[in-house]
């Protein structure tokens, strides 16, 4: 199976929203990446697509003068495990660079050993906590910082 990561457009959304649906207990609306594809500046969004045409990933950051934030990032559950994520993020780290990102920062929850394993992976390190982050469960965010961001 072959994936390419391309920009994310309006006509994802519905696919894009469905796997937040399926891989967080806080979705976004789905209006809200609608917001991010098509309104918001500083938003930079890739997809995750086989050669089938399935959207199968999605990541939304924000790029702010020289710091770039993941906002979101999941794979689709049946596609996990096989190198879109880091590829994906891969995406999202290089524009950032070439957008003159050179940090990155992100929260993730205190239980999700998966997405940290990754971000570990990647040079990000636990930097901060929110506590009491997530309202669902009041489970405390780890802020995660990547710096310097670098081109690979
Ligand atoms: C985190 C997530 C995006 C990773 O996507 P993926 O496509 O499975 O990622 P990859 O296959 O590229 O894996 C990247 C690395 O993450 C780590 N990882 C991913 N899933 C893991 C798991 N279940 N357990 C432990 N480590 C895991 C591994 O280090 C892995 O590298 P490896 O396969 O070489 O060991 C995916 O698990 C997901 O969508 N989770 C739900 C949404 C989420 O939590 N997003 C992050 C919010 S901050």
Redesign the pocket.
Known sequence: MNVIIRKMTAADVPAVSAIDRM??TLPWPESAFHYEVTDNRMARCFVGETDERQIV?AVVSWVIIDELHVA????HPD?????????ILTEALQDGYKAGARRAF????ES????Q??YR?FGFEATGRRPKYYKDNGEDAILMTLEPLEMK
């Not at 979101?72 to 794979?75: E, G, K, L, R, V």
């Not at 992100?106 to 929850?109: C, D, G, K, Q, S």
């Open positions: 891989s967080f990933a979101t990032i999941a794979t596609f996990r495990r096989r190198g879109i994520g880091k590829r992100l929260e993730v929850r999700n050993e998966a997405a394993e990754m992976k």
